[in-house]
T-cell receptor, first 110, second 112 residues
Framework: EDQVTQSPEALRLQEGESSSLNCSYTVSGLRGLFWYRQDPGKGPEFLFT???AGEEKEKERLKATLTKKESFLHITAPKPEDSATYLC???????????FGAGTTVTVRA | DSGVTQTPKHLITATGQRVTLRCSPR?????VYWYQQSLDQGLQFLIQ???????AKGNILERFSAQQFPDLHSELNLSSLELGDSALYFC???????????FGPGTRLLVL
C-alpha cells in the first residue's frame, strides 16, 4: 500500500524566512509525485508534478525536488499569501488513485 | 478556478437520509475521481470513473455509489447517512489516467 508522510505538521515562518517541507513516500512503481496547495474550506490547487528522481520544478517562490524516497518543497522568501496547507500525493502501480499525506500547514507572519 | 464544478456547495441532512453530489469535469477530461476529506483522515480516494466506466475503487463504503454519465458529469450517491459521513467531498478530473488531477471546490456535507 502506498504511504506518504509529510513533515513538519505545522510551520510558522516570518515573512522572508525561507524553509523546506518534506514528503517521504513508499510506492510500488511511481507514476508521479504531486504537490497541491489547499486553503481552508477550498479544493486542493495543483502546484507541481514530478515524475523521476532528480527532477525539479519552480513556480514563483516555490521549488519542488524529487529523490527516490522523498520530495522537498522549498519556499523562498515567503509572503503572508503563501500561508496554506501544502499536500503531497503519490500515484503508483496499476491504479490511478492518489494517496495523500496529511499535509503541512504553513503560516507566514508579516 | 480549476474548471471542475461541484454542486451543491453545502448540504445539511439527517442520519438515515440519502443525498446526491454532482460533479462536472474540466472540458475534455475523461476521468473523474471522488475523494473524501475529514479532519481525522485527511484526503481519501473513493472511486474513479473513466469515460463512463468504473476504473478504480478505494475505501468506498457499500452505502456509497457513483456513476459517470455520457456527458461525462458524475454523481456520488450517499445513502443511510451516519454522523461520521460528515466531511468535505471533492471531485477531481484529469485528461488521461496518469495525468495531473484538478480538484473542484468541494461539497461540505453535514449529517445531523
Amino acid at each position: 500500500e502506498d504511504q506518504v508522510t509529510q513533515s513538519p505538521e505545522a510551520l510558522r515562518l516570518q515573512e522572508g524566512e525561507s524553509s523546506s517541507l518534506n514528503c517521504s513516500y513508499t510506492v510500488s512503481g511511481l507514476r508521479g509525485l504531486f504537490w497541491y496547495r489547499q486553503d481552508p474550506g477550498k479544493g486542493p490547487e495543483f502546484l507541481f508534478t514530478l515524475y523521476s528522481a532528480g527532477e525539479e520544478k519552480e513556480k514563483e517562490r516555490l521549488k519542488a525536488t524529487l529523490t527516490k524516497k522523498e520530495s522537498f518543497l522549498h519556499i523562498t522568501a515567503p509572503k503572508p499569501e503563501d500561508s496554506a496547507t501544502y499536500l503531497c500525493a503519490v500515484g503508483g502501480g496499476d491504479d490511478y488513485k492518489l494517496s495523500f499525506g496529511a499535509g503541512t500547514t504553513v503560516t507566514v507572519r508579516a | 478556478d480549476s474548471g471542475v464544478t461541484q454542486t451543491p456547495k453545502h448540504l445539511i441532512t439527517a442520519t438515515g437520509q440519502r443525498v446526491t453530489l454532482r460533479c462536472s469535469p474540466r472540458s475534455g477530461d475523461l476521468s473523474v475521481y471522488w475523494y473524501q476529506q475529514s479532519l481525522d483522515q485527511g484526503l481519501q480516494f473513493l472511486i474513479q470513473y473513466y469515460n463512463g466506466e468504473e476504473r478504480a475503487k478505494g475505501n468506498i463504503l457499500e452505502r456509497f455509489s457513483a456513476q459517470q454519465f455520457p456527458d461525462l458529469h458524475s454523481e456520488l450517491n450517499l445513502s443511510s447517512l451516519e454522523l461520521g459521513d460528515s466531511a468535505l467531498y471533492f471531485c477531481a478530473s484529469s485528461e488521461r489516467d496518469t495525468e495531473t488531477q484538478y480538484f473542484g471546490p468541494g461539497t461540505r456535507l453535514l449529517v445531523l
